[in-house]
């Protein structure tokens, strides 16, 4: 089959999966990336080179975790109050660990990963975002399928348009070292046409009142700068482990590490934001 329409098929079937999942119901949702965190968990454990057996069931115990906390009854003073601080705990954990990532994204001198250090990446920067991501739909009013469905359109468009403008107009390598064909002028692109989306999303998608789309700005900022972010300390850790791609489950894409990359980085940063603007208002 040609590579093209290889790519174009399961591409497709990515993206209404992931669609129709998310809009059809809170199981159906959680089931599918509880799924993705299992085959993410695999895939980064061949990256790092460790045993897979226990990451994997510490994986699945902390999804099921975040589960029951989400579809815990609000009624109950109780787990509200622990569900809060819990996410906070869990929060300030992850950020912790991207901040050791950014650290190990510009380290020149790391060639390999200390055991140690294989482990806090595997909690921090799989395991703990994929359980921040389930609790990003979930608002005052119960779960909101549009939410994340808006999140991944802006991530969708960035890494679009980040390729159409750069592969135009490119001159500026953005990380050669590490991402040879990312350039300054694709990633502003991206930003960009990911801020002009948030604007139509939140105006005709969610329908948010009008004085209230900056959040969405802000949001498609965030895409744009954290979601490169993602996809360049994924390259690294694929470029330490000497391969093009993190699997092969998706044939002309890669590994759903690959596909899922930015989102991974973005979603702690976007509930980070919701943080913050439920503490202001």
């Given at each position: 089959?040609?590579?093209?329409l290889?790519?174009?098929?399961?591409?497709?079937v990515?993206?209404?999966?992931?669609?129709?999942?998310?809009?059809?119901?809170?199981?159906?949702?959680?089931?599918?990336?509880?799924?993705?965190?299992?085959?993410?968990?695999v895939?980064?454990?061949?990256?790092?080179?460790?045993?897979?057996?226990?990451?994997?069931?510490?994986?699945?115990?902390?999804?099921?975790?975040?589960?029951?906390i989400?579809?815990?009854?609000?009624?109950?003073l109780?787990?509200?109050?622990?569900?809060?601080?819990?996410?906070?705990?869990?929060?300030?954990?992850?950020?912790?660990?991207?901040?050791?990532c950014?650290?190990?994204?510009?380290?020149?001198?790391?060639?390999?990963?200390?055991?140690?250090?294989?482990?806090?990446?595997?909690?921090?920067?799989?395991?703990?975002?994929?359980?921040?991501?389930?609790?990003?739909?979930?608002?005052?009013d119960?779960?909101?399928?549009?939410i994340?469905?808006s999140?991944?359109?802006l991530?969708w468009?960035?890494?679009?348009?980040?390729?159409?403008?750069?592969k135009?107009?490119?001159k500026?390598?953005?990380?050669?070292?590490?991402?040879?064909?990312?350039?300054?002028?694709?990633f502003?692109?991206?930003?960009?046409?990911s801020?002009?989306?948030?604007?139509?999303?939140?105006?005709?998608?969610?329908?948010?009142?009008?004085?209230?789309?900056?959040?969405?700005?802000?949001?498609?900022?965030?895409?744009?700068?954290?979601?490169t972010?993602?996809?360049?300390?994924e390259?690294?850790?694929?470029?330490?482990?000497?391969?093009?791609?993190?699997?092969?489950?998706?044939?002309?894409?890669?590994?759903?590490?690959?596909?899922?990359?930015?989102?991974?980085?973005?979603?702690?940063?976007?509930?980070?934001?919701?943080?913050?603007?439920?503490?202001?208002?």
């Amino acid at each position: 089959m040609n590579e093209t329409l290889k790519r174009s098929i399961s591409g497709a079937v990515y993206i209404i999966l992931l669609i129709f999942s998310i809009l059809y119901s809170t199981e159906s949702f959680f089931i599918l990336f509880g799924v993705f965190l299992l085959i993410a968990t695999v895939e980064f454990c061949n990256l790092i080179e460790i045993s897979r057996i226990i990451p994997f069931i510490v994986a699945s115990a902390t999804y099921l975790l975040f589960y029951q906390i989400s579809i815990a009854q609000e009624g109950y003073l109780y787990i509200l109050r622990f569900s809060k601080t819990f996410d906070l705990i869990v929060l300030s954990a992850t950020l912790i660990v991207f901040i050791k990532c950014i650290h190990f994204l510009f380290d020149n001198k790391i060639v390999r990963i200390d055991s140690f250090s294989k482990y806090v990446y595997l909690l921090g920067y799989i395991i703990l975002p994929f359980a921040i991501m389930t609790k990003i739909p979930f608002g005052i009013d119960g779960y909101n399928p549009k939410i994340l469905i808006s999140i991944f359109i802006l991530i969708w468009t960035n890494d679009t348009f980040a390729y159409i403008v750069g592969k135009s107009i490119g001159k500026t390598k953005l990380f050669e070292r590490i991402s040879p064909k990312k350039t300054i002028e694709g990633f502003f692109g991206g930003v960009l046409f990911s801020v002009i989306a948030s604007y139509l999303v939140s105006k005709y998608y969610i329908e948010i009142a009008e004085g209230k789309t900056f959040i969405w700005i802000i949001i498609a900022i965030i895409v744009g700068v954290f979601g490169t972010i993602g996809d360049l300390i994924e390259s690294k850790f694929k470029r330490i482990a000497g391969v093009k791609d993190s699997g092969k489950i998706m044939p002309g894409h890669g590994g759903i590490l690959d596909r899922l990359d930015s989102v991974i980085f973005v979603a702690p940063i976007v509930f980070l934001f919701y943080q913050i603007l439920n503490y202001v208002s």
